[in-house]
């Protein structure tokens, strides 16, 4: 059986069986459901190890942790000629902050931005920051930024999105 289950491209066992009980080929002999072991089916059919879970605890003050992601280059400029778009998602509130931006490298600046305008207003400190791994939020002057205002930088893979930020942009 196993010959023919390569000669028919890994056709599943239970299709084989069927095919050879119906005499649909000519020459092909008769099988019992075998359930053999093919590596390339097992191989084809597995998947990627998870990932390890961070758990869904939500934040308890606003804050105490911004989710932060740069989207583009567009395809098309926007109306201030900008090519990207800078997002900051509060975890407690869920508030939604957007700034368009030219370039990757006026990420930072915009932080400083909205970290003096927040924390103004909310009378509270940036606890932790939530990021891809991407290169706009992983250079020395962003970490040694975050490291003189105390502030713990969480990163998740690059280019893996977390989904309150994929859940934002598709919407």
């Known amino acids: 059986m196993k010959i023919w289950h390569e000669r028919f491209c890994h056709i599943n066992n239970e299709y084989l069986v069927k095919t050879s009980k119906n005499n649909c080929v000519g020459g092909l002999p008769s099988f019992t459901d075998d359930r053999s072991h093919c590596i390339p089916c097992k191989l084809a059919k597995s998947r990627r190890v998870s990932f390890k879970k961070t758990g869904a605890v939500r934040s308890k003050s606003p804050l105490e942790l911004l989710h932060m992601d740069l989207c583009g280059p567009m395809p098309a400029l926007s109306q201030g000629g900008n090519k990207y778009f800078f997002t900051i998602i509060d975890d407690y509130s869920r508030k939604v902050t957007v700034f368009p931006i030219n370039k990757k490298s006026d990420v930072f ?4 931005r909205f970290q003096r305008r927040a924390e103004r207003f909310l009378g509270r400190k940036i ?13 020395k002057d962003l970490d040694n930024f ?7 930088h969480e990163k998740t893979n690059p280019y893996l999105n977390p989904g309150i930020l994929i859940k934002m942009v598709s919407s």
């Open 109 to 112: 600046q915009t932080l400083l």
């Open 127 to 139: 606890v932790s920051v939530k990021t891809d791994g991407g290169l706009e939020f992983c250079n």
């Open 146 to 152: 975050l490291e003189q205002q105390g502030i713990n």
